[in-house]
């Protein structure tokens, strides 16, 4: 009952920011997946990594991206090498981001030590460790930033 209450909690938030960010095309599905475009994802990236603000809007309470970004090593629900998921996010030990992943390697990686969203939307995943070339790619764009 515990679990069935947390996931309604969470399809509750997802649509209050669908609402609050005026997502152009957007739709949850019955297998608790968002259906929406690039730029959509990026803006969800960007709103957990702004603390849950929308310019001044405070969409998602702060301590709630806080629990569900950071690295905990509480109760974690599945681990895969220096990640683990929580709260429907992969959170990145080693790089110091996170990710959602959906159907089709679709990413939304943010990258907190670059203020950085990076989105890949596509149909397969070609091969790739996307979460490793996206977290790679974070990471090099930041070594520029610094130079």
Not at 27 to 43: E, G, P, V
Not at 57 to 79: F, K, Y
Not at 106 to 133: K, M, S
Request: aromatic share 12%; with cysteine.
């Amino acid at each position: 009952m515990r679990k069935i209450i947390r996931v309604l909690a969470i399809i509750l938030i997802l649509l209050a920011i669908i609402a609050a960010l005026g997502y152009v095309w957007a739709a949850l599905s019955t297998d608790n997946s968002l259906t929406a475009r690039a730029i959509d994802f990026a803006k969800l990236g960007w709103l957990f990594l702004n603390g849950g603000k929308n310019g001044n809007q405070q969409v998602i309470p702060a301590a709630w991206v806080e629990e569900a970004t950071r690295a905990d090593d509480g109760e974690v629900l599945v681990e895969q090498g220096s990640q683990k998921y929580q709260h429907y996010w992969w959170i990145d030990h080693e790089k110091g981001g996170y990710n959602a992943e959906g159907n089709f390697c679709q990413f939304i990686y943010v990258y907190p030590p670059a203020d950085l969203v990076l989105v890949r939307h596509g149909n397969e995943c070609g091969g790739a460790y996307w979460t490793g070339l996206l977290g790679d790619i974070a990471q090099a764009v930041e070594a520029e930033l610094d130079k």
